[in-house]
């Protein structure tokens, strides 16, 4: 079976490539190919998995090529990790947001629709070369702000694209842990959009745990989310909500927290991933273990801010193992052997959510077959969750409607309609602020 990687350069491939390296099953993976635009970030991480792979007989081979369609054809399963600007773009997205005093993260609020409108159109070329070279393969998309660009790219390939995050997952694995379940034999009730979901129960044995884990203080703040959020938010919301709804209902402190650090998490990773790709080029340097000293870094630093702001110290170790690597891992298999399995992901709605028509992208738990992924029938959106998710949602009409039209008033009012953007002349100041420093949004107009 053979994987295309798009983003190939990517520094979190040898997690997905790792991952690979684990599974003995027929049927697995025997070939990676690794397409980016960047020869040099190409040859890097093939040094990288060179050493993962040396000794583990089995391993799939490696190729890498600049030619995105000499990448897709043949491909049976598609893996899009791809970054628009690149790092230097998203420490820009987050520059001319904060300027303004808004949020410029990269998935949430003005950052993330920065970012989506330089990704969406790009993401569209590649679905439509897929299905002209490689129409039976299925499209796993990773690349951010994740729900956007699935639905951008579902719209030329179906329910044959679907979106994964680590977020969701890493959330149930944490409220199970902290009630002492194993993660594998609950059914977590988890429902929203990507990066803006709660999860609302979590069964095990056919019994909800969650208000058991509500109930006790003690329980609720020894965890990420607990620290994050504070006991008190979470019994009055009755959920647990995804990390990145810190950057709404924290929002006026986070903001302030991002323009009072010394740098941005994308100047910081930008900066820390030269670093490494410069190293990576020596011969004499081994490629592994820069590139775990690396992660590590990145792991432990993950969302500093938003801990720094709720006094929630140190990430716990358990959390810095990632995970979106085993989900895609988990979606192949289930389709490429029929493994019947129950995965979060990210998929078009159809029936699911009452709130949203049949082709928005939703994150919710999700039957895996041969077939593809099949979303389960949910209870209604809690009324605290309805008006937001239906706001973002409606923001990423726009962001849609701006990529395909080209219009630069469309994406004015993706700006101006987001919750943590309260300004029209925010936004097009916005606006005017990104088409500035990025080339790729010259289509505005």
């Known amino acids: 079976m053979r994987l295309t990687i798009l983003g190939g350069g990517g520094f979190r491939v040898p997690l997905v490539y790792g991952a690979l390296l684990t599974d003995r099953a027929p049927g697995r993976v025997t070939r990676v190919v690794l397409h980016d635009l960047d020869a040099a970030r190409l040859s890097a991480v093939t040094r990288v998995l060179a050493e993962q792979a040396a000794g583990v007989p089995g391993a799939p081979e490696v190729s890498a090529t600049t030619d995105l369609d000499e990448a897709l054809r043949g491909a049976d399963f598609v893996f899009s990790a791809i970054r628009v600007g690149g790092l230097a773009g998203r420490a820009d997205d987050e520059r001319v ?217 140190e990430r716990d170790a358990d959390d810095l193992s990632g995970g979106y690597e085993k989900v895609a891992l988990a979606l192949m298999r289930a389709i490429a052997r029929d493994e019947r399995t129950t995965l979060i992901l990210n998929v078009r709605n159809r029936a699911t959510l009452s709130v949203l028509d049949a082709e928005a992208v939703i994150e919710v738990p999700c039957l895996v077959d041969a077939n593809g992924a099949h979303p389960v029938a949910v209870d209604p959106l809690p009324t605290h969750a309805t008006g937001l998710v239906c706001a973002v949602k409606a923001v990423e009409r726009e962001v849609l409607s701006a990529a395909e039209s080209g219009s630069r008033a469309r994406a004015v009012t993706a700006f101006a309609l987001h919750p943590l953007v309260d300004s029209v002349n925010v936004a097009r100041r916005l606006v005017e602020g990104y088409t500035e420093v990025h080339p790729g949004l010259a289509y505005l107009k």
């Not at 991002?258 to 030269?274: I, N, V």
Request: charged residues 25%.
């Open 97 to 313: 947001a904060l300027a303004e005093g808004v949020l410029g993260q990269e998935t949430v609020g003005a950052g993330g629709i920065a970012y989506g409108l330089r990704t969406v159109p790009v993401a569209v070329d590649i679905a439509r070369r897929v299905a002209r070279l490689a129409p039976d393969a299925w499209v796993i998309n990773f690349t951010n702000p994740a729900g956007l660009v699935t639905e951008a790219m579902s719209r030329h390939l179906g329910d044959r694209v679907i979106g994964i995050c680590d977020s969701p997952v890493g959330l149930g694995r944490r409220i199970a842990r902290v009630l002492g379940a194993d993660p594998r034999q609950a059914w977590i009730d988890y429902v929203g959009l990507n990066h803006l979901g709660w999860v609302r129960g979590l069964r095990v044995a056919g019994r909800d745990e969650l208000p058991r884990l509500l109930a006790d203080p003690r329980l609720l703040g020894s965890f990420e989310e607990g620290k994050l959020f504070g006991a008190d938010w979470l019994r009055s919301l009755g959920a647990i909500p995804n990390e990145y709804l810190h950057y709404y209902y924290f929002n006026r402190e986070t903001v302030r927290a991002y323009q009072e650090a010394r740098q941005t998490r994308g100047a910081f990773l930008r900066d820390q991933q030269a670093r490494f790709y410069a190293r990576a080029k020596d011969p004499a340097t081994a490629a592994l273990a820069a590139w775990e000293h690396t992660r590590a870094e990145r792991e432990a630093t993950y969302m500093a801010e938003n801990r720094e702001t709720a006094g929630a110290g």
